[in-house]
């Protein structure tokens, strides 16, 4: 068995690999970086279990000359077995997630709350638009545990924002490797008010996910009313996260709000070999959002969105607000 450590150091090497890998027609596509911070002191709510959530992508999508770019590396075995074509958008992301109970200040929580929990994931994704469809093919890597350095990220995030101290990290569940693979479609449909500049879109998005941290069959349902949607489109697709911000391409704006809601056939990553952790994790969940795309220049645009996620445990009630901004830069 690899220890903490190595596996930590598996996964980056993951990421870097993956993330350098496919890049072999550069200048016939646009280069993006994107990043995500979730938290709740965002939307000034108090600690209710999901904490925070960090992600940074490098999307690659097809220039306007161009029907595609290279696959992901990781995807590009699939890709060829099953004949498809370059994918419009193809995107590396590093997600870190931190779960903890509701009181931080306890080392040992209720064994009904939501045990802390932590995890690293490299995603590698693959989008291919049609039109007003596109399919999402995902892969995901990491570790959940110790090595996913969850409990420093978090109380270094904590110290900067003068917040309680969690100090029950010592119960989290062991270091084991993470695997998943995500196939989703999202159908796209235009509505206008009469205005050439600005209008409005209704997106559903439906698929599912296997894997050894959690199986899921759901989707969201996304409306949209602002300028340029549809060379926006391709990056709705459930590139980053389950609940991941949209953004614009470019200038422009458009404000949203949506649903996200999931179905759990399995769910191994909460409760189970956490210590003295007795919750049920909740067979649903569903997440209302709303928020505002705004792009100032060709290069920069930034997102802002409020989510209110079903708590992940059956002993609560209480609805896991928090606040999501992402930052995009495109080369």
Do not use: C
């Not at 420093?152 to 904590?158: E, S, T, Y």
């Not at 649903?259 to 070999?273: F, H």
């Amino acid at each position: 068995m690899l220890n903490q450590r190595a596996l930590q150091k598996l996964t980056m090497s993951v990421v870097f690999a993956a993330g350098i890998g496919g890049v072999s027609i550069a200048g016939a596509e646009q280069i993006s970086w994107l990043g995500t911070l979730q938290n709740h002191v965002l939307v000034g709510n108090e600690q209710n279990g999901y904490t925070n959530g960090i992600f940074v992508s490098r999307l690659r999508s097809a220039s306007a000359n161009e029907i595609g770019v290279e696959s992901t590396l990781l995807l590009q075995p699939l890709a060829d077995l099953i004949g498809a074509p370059r994918p419009t958008l193809a995107a590396a992301s590093v997600n870190q997630i931190m779960i903890t109970p509701r009181d931080l200040e306890n080392p040992n929580p209720a064994p009904n709350d939501t045990p802390y929990a932590g995890a690293l994931i490299f995603r590698s994704t693959n989008v291919y638009v049609h039109g007003d469809f596109a399919d999402m093919f995902t892969l995901d890597l990491g570790v959940v545990g110790p090595a996913s350095g969850a409990e420093k990220m978090q109380r270094a995030i904590h110290s900067v924002l003068n917040a309680t101290r969690p100090e029950g990290w010592d119960t989290q569940r062991p270091t084991r490797a993470l695997f998943g693979v995500e196939a989703y479609r999202a159908w796209r449909s235009p509505w206008a008010l009469g205005n050439g500049k600005t209008n409005g879109d209704f997106v559903v998005i439906g698929g599912a996910s296997l894997g050894n941290r959690e199986s899921t069959v759901g989707g969201n349902l996304l409306v949209r009313y602002g300028t340029d949607l549809k060379r926006s489109f391709p990056s709705l697709a459930r590139v980053s996260a389950r609940t991941g911000d949209p953004f614009t391409s470019g200038e422009g704006w458009f404000v949203f709000a949506g649903l996200s809601a999931d179905r759990i056939v399995g769910n191994k990553w909460l409760g189970e070999d956490a210590k003295n952790n007795i919750a049920e994790p909740r067979k649903s969940q569903t997440t209302p959002l709303l928020g505002l795309a705004y792009g100032w220049s060709a290069h920069s645009s930034v997102t802002f969105s409020v989510h209110s996620g079903t708590p992940m445990v059956t002993s609560t009630n209480d609805r896991q607000r928090y606040g999501s901004i992402t930052y995009v830069w495109h080369e």
